[in-house]
């Protein structure tokens, strides 16, 4: 065939192309490229139409043809990638997109795809780069501007991100994904009403937009009003069963409640239902290392890893699991291994100093905390360690003009900033600079917004002392003795030497200690479902027969059975178990418990101070925490003085000043022989994993009492509450 055949030909075809007639399209250009196999146009466009068929393969085929008849062929790297990204190679995708824009920087088209496929990859840092050179080329352009507010928000930059999104949105005012976006920086930065505000009116002209209803759940959290949250996010699984984050986020409503156990269920149900795998393996391993069970957290890890061996978010998330479970020396192997070619990353090197602080080790956490101030200036990474570690080097005053310096940076997430602050306050305390301390501590809390429910509280509190309710304790009940474990519980407030009880009891050689418990807590939310049973806590508890017992003792069959040969007791210094203490003795008719006691302003104020995890509403405003003490005194004296349920009470001023007389009545308690161990609770090499883990390696000591007095100025509304005669 002549040229002029050729020519006729691809008129033909261009025809047939531009009136989308595909099929027929399709044949010419494969009648082209036979004809002139060294035209790399039809075959660029031949691969184009294969692709609109789905005919991948052969549409990959065509476009490596014309790439290699011309290797400066910008266009076919792009729909080569674009064919790539079709089948999930994003990876591959990537790296051919990326080949168009070496050849090209100015090529738009293949800068915007770059900019978007580096956000779906997770390299953040990427999509920014490349997402503020196709702004420079593509200034007005939504998409490009959406995508670089993506990348900026993933990155942390919250007030970059919001910047970017409301030009996205000056130029295009109804772009859903902007709008959302913008939202989700205004919530970051802990303006959820705003951010409310910004996505109802989506909601409206929108609703079959879940991202938008998601992202109003997550505000919803934030701002306390779990319930309204979770019906919405419930809704949104129900009609996307694959969408990955409402998931994430009932999981976070359940954390939050302390029911790790049903979080979980549902991060595993997100496991089976969506194909993001990678979004929720991190969660699930996180909520494992706090529900106590590190060896599925690590599991979950290696999962990611698996799936992603180079995952640096896994491979963190490991580092955290293997902490978690005191397997220190394993961890620092794997900081290691990531900071292998990124020996000066901040974050690393943060981690890498918390862990040598657990782990006692504080010159060589120190040494981080030296060597990575550059400046003068102390990454936000490690300034909260520093802030831990400074009085032991005399740098205290060094170490809160470093903090103060991190609080100026706008880039701080407010959980962060929240934890530096609580430092911050701790080391003002220390040095006794009360007024200091208590403005951080305050500030710390104010970036909390939590609503608590005194009203609710107290109903629940006068349903627990119901007659009805508190009677089941003392009806008898078999006790399995194939079972030769002994649970002691150790209950009281926060706060209370809960973990002094602890340590000192877990220093016995039959003892081994559990430390923060989750099953009891997960049991009573399972128990309304359970068959046979419904209705509501505690009320449920009338229909809790011994077969039903038996159902729910499952749960502590898998922690009970790895437990040493030659162990007797196993303990559970869970505080709030106080609310549950008919439950367990319904469960475990030869339990002890142990009630920790101290003054109840001391108890609130380290309550105030302390930056808890998990669900605690009550502990962030001074009126509320008192409130909150004032029922849990009601439902104790209920328990001790009318219903006359047994627990062994501790005074934790009587415990300081009278350990060993204290430790043996305890020891007595538990039935165990005197061990003096258990005076040498500080030298033990158990790992505390609570906010107490410093104060308990260490002999008693006494400063804690009457701590309150140095800020009595500012605790009128929590005597007022607390109803405290003067």
């Known amino acids: 065939m002549n040229d002029s055949s050729i020519a006729n030909l691809a008129e033909r075809a261009h025809a047939c192309l531009i009136s989308n007639q595909f099929d027929e399209a399709k044949s010419l250009y494969s009648e082209l490229c036979n004809l002139d196999n060294n035209n790399e146009e039809y075959w660029l466009t031949l691969a184009a139409l294969n692709g609109e068929v789905g005919e991948i393969d052969e549409a990959l085929k065509c476009a490596n043809k014309a790439i290699e008849l011309d290797d400066s062929y910008v266009e076919a790297y792009l729909t080569k990638a674009h064919l790539q990204q079709r089948t999930g190679q994003n990876v591959a995708a990537f790296d ?148 990955v984050f409402s998931y994430k986020h009932i999981a976070d409503i359940l954390e939050r409640q302390g029911d790790y156990a049903q979080a979980i269920t549902y991060l595993r149900q997100a496991l089976d239902n969506t194909n993001a795998p990678l979004e929720v393996l991190g969660e699930l391993a996180s909520l494992y290392s706090e529900y106590g069970m590190p060896k599925q957290a690590i599991e979950c890890c290696n999962r990611a890893l698996d799936i992603d061996p180079g995952n640096e978010v896994a491979q963190f998330f490991k580092v955290i699991s293997l902490a978690s479970a005191a397997r220190y020396e394993d961890a620092l192997e794997e900081l290691d291994l990531l900071s292998a070619d990124v020996p000066d990353d901040a974050k690393i090197l943060g981690t890498k100093a918390n862990i040598f602080e657990k782990m006692g080790r504080y010159e060589e956490a120190h040494q981080i905390v030296r060597s990575s101030i550059v400046n003068g200036r102390v990454p936000a990474t490690v300034v909260n360690v520093f802030g831990r570690l400074c009085h032991k080097f005399n740098e205290c005053e060094e170490a809160i003009a470093s903090i103060n310096e991190a609080l100026e940076r706008t880039d701080l997430g407010a959980s962060y900033r929240r934890d530096v602050l609580f430092t911050l306050g701790r080391l003002h305390d220390r040095l006794h600079n009360y007024q200091s301390a208590f403005e951080a501590i305050q500030k710390a809390n104010d970036l909390r917004p939590c609503v608590y429910d005194h009203a609710r509280n107290t109903e629940y509190i006068n349903q627990l002392i119901s007659p009805e309710i508190t009677t089941l304790a003392k009806q008898s009940r078999e006790i399995d003795t194939s079972n030769h474990i002994r649970p002691v519980f150790i209950v009281g407030m926060p706060r209370s030497g809960t973990s002094l009880v602890e340590q000192i009891i877990a220093s016995h050689p039959q003892v081994w200690a559990g430390d923060e418990r989750h099953e009891i807590p997960s049991l009573v939310k399972k128990l309304p479902s359970m068959e046979g049973i419904g209705g509501t806590y505690p009320e449920c508890l009338t229909r809790l027969t011994p077969d039903k017992i038996k159902q729910t003792l499952v749960a502590f069959e898998e922690f009970t059975k790895n437990i040493p040969a030659g162990i007797s007791i196993l303990t559970d210094k869970m505080p709030q178990n106080f609310h549950h203490v008919v439950f367990i003795r319904m469960l475990f008719p030869d339990a002890r418990i142990i009630h920790c006691v101290r003054n109840p302003m001391d108890t609130c104020l380290s309550i105030y101070f302390q930056a808890f995890a998990g669900y605690h509403d009550y502990a962030y405003n001074l009126e509320d925490l008192g409130k909150y003490y004032s029922d849990y005194k009601r439902l104790m004296n209920h328990y001790r003085d009318v219903d006359k349920i047994p627990f062994l009470e501790v005074e934790y001023e009587d415990l300081v000043r009278n350990t060993e007389e204290v430790s043996r009545r305890m020891i007595d308690y538990c039935g165990l022989e005197w061990d003096e161990q258990c005076l040498r609770y500080y030298d033990s090499d158990r790992v505390v994993r609570t906010a107490s883990y410093d104060q308990v390696n260490k002999p008693i000591y006494t400063s804690s009492i009457d701590k309150w007095k140095h800020y009595e100025s500012y605790l009128e509304p929590l005597r007022s509450a607390l109803s405290l005669d003067e």
Request: hydrophobic share 40%.
């Open 96 to 243: 051919s997109a990326l080949k168009a824009v070496e050849r090209d920087v100015e090529y738009e088209e293949a800068l915007l795809f770059i900019t978007g496929l580096a956000g779906q990859l997770k390299r953040f840092n990427e999509a920014e780069h490349w997402g503020e050179k196709t702004i420079a080329l593509m200034p007005t352009s939504v998409d490009a501007l959406v995508n670089l507010g993506n990348a900026k928000y993933a990155l942390g930059k919250y007030q970059e991100a919001e910047d970017t999104y409301k030009k996205a949105l000056g130029r295009d005012a109804f772009n859903q994904e902007a709008t959302v976006g913008l939202a989700k920086s205004v919530s970051t930065q802990e303006r959820n009403e705003e951010a409310l505000s910004i996505l109802q009116p989506l909601l409206t002209s929108a609703p079959e937009n879940y991202h938008a209803k998601d992202a109003y759940a997550a505000c919803l959290i934030n701002l306390g009003r779990n319930d309204e949250a979770f019906e919405l996010l419930v809704n949104i699984i129900k009609d996307h069963p694959d969408y």
